[in-house]
């Protein structure tokens, strides 16, 4: 019997893109503001970040484009009343970028729903060794780029755990702010690196 060879970074590459292009992509729901793929990550990345990230310089770095594109994207999504620009509560010059109620009933009908529910049929073992095969890529890549990494407080270098106080804000962090994803996050494992 011959044993089997573990597949290459191109053939994984290609599956993660066709993965990714097939769980977005379902049409049209009925109900829905017709959104393109930009627009959707939009909407989700605005839904799951913290307040120091809500802006579209922030939004910009996680997607990976141009300030001027996120602005155009996060402009269009405004215009549809499914994100709101919102005066910052300590510095009135600043605003942050806020899903509304139609936003959320929209992302109800996320054309991901389907992947996560796939995902979430994978055997626990399966899942736990996917998530971190796919993070340490995240941020191998984003290194290899000198491209910011997006996490969360539990896994971030500026956390003191014991106060949910966070170092680089110098700010205390609620429960729902701890489990958003931050465009300030530093992984703790580059602790003693930098
Ligand atoms: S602890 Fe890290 S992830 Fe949490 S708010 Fe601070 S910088 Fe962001």
Redesign the pocket.
């Known amino acids: 019997m011959t044993e089997k060879t573990a597949p290459q970074g191109t053939d994984i590459a290609d599956l993660i893109v066709h993965l990714a292009r097939m769980g977005q992509s379902c049409g049209h729901t009925e109900g829905t503001t017709p959104l393109t793929a930009a627009q959707w990550t939009a909407l989700r990345y605005f839904a799951r970040a ?1 307040r ?1 990230s809500r802006t579209p310089s922030a939004f910009s770095e996680f997607h990976a484009t141009t300030r001027g594109t996120a602005s155009q994207t996060v402009k269009s999504l405004v215009s549809m009343g499914l994100l709101a620009r919102q005066s910052h509560a300590s510095d009135g010059r600043s605003t942050l970028i806020e899903v509304t109620e139609a936003g959320h009933a929209q992302l109800l009908r996320d054309p991901l729903r389907d992947l996560r529910c796939v995902l979430a049929a994978l055997p626990d073992a399966s899942r736990m060794a996917l998530a971190s095969a796919l993070s340490q890529a995240v941020a191998d890549l984003a290194k290899l780029r000198a491209a910011p990494i997006f ?3 539990g896994d ?1 270098n ?2 003191d755990s014991n106060a949910s106080y ?1 170092h ?2 110098q700010s205390l ?1 609620t429960l729902p702010e ?1 489990q958003s994803i ?1 465009v ?3 992984p703790a494992c580059t602790r003693n690196q930098t």
């Open positions: 913290n120091f996490g969360t407080c971030c500026h956390l966070c680089c804000t962090l701890m931050c300030d996050f530093q």
